[in-house]
């Protein structure tokens, strides 16, 4: 089995900063892409930010400039940090991660269960 553990998550003021991490653990062989997701209230979940194990990146307009995803790939991990927060930018982050358990297994889609960013105006 495969677990994903987001962190980093609180409440900050507008134009302030959070960085948040996801930790892959579990039956690993390989990891493809990983990227942040995030639902606010009411909303569906939408993308933020991905990265190919090879480090290529693609974001969200409402984004663009401000967020920045990385991964470590000998952690098994992803960040993203966020810089010039916005209300607007309040919801519970969901990290995801297209994981390989073994050499000739099917990559498959494993979510972490969320962290709460509540950015006050």
């Known amino acids: 089995q495969v677990q994903l553990v987001e962190s980093g998550g609180g409440l900050v003021q507008a134009g302030g900063s959070l960085r948040l991490s996801c930790a892959a653990s579990g039956s690993i062989f390989s990891i493809a892409g990983m990227g942040w997701y995030r639902q606010a209230p009411g909303k569906q979940r939408e993308l933020v930010a991905t990265?190919?194990?090879?480090?290529?990146?693609n974001y969200a307009d409402s984004v663009k400039g401000r967020f920045t995803i990385s991964r470590d790939n000998a952690k098994n991990t992803v960040y993203l940090r966020m810089n010039s927060l916005k209300p607007e930018d309040t919801a519970v982050y969901y990290c995801s991660a297209a994981v390989q358990v073994g050499p000739i297994s099917p990559g498959m889609d494993y979510w972490g269960k969320g962290t709460l960013v509540t950015v006050s105006s």
């Open positions: 990265i190919t194990s090879g480090g290529s990146t």
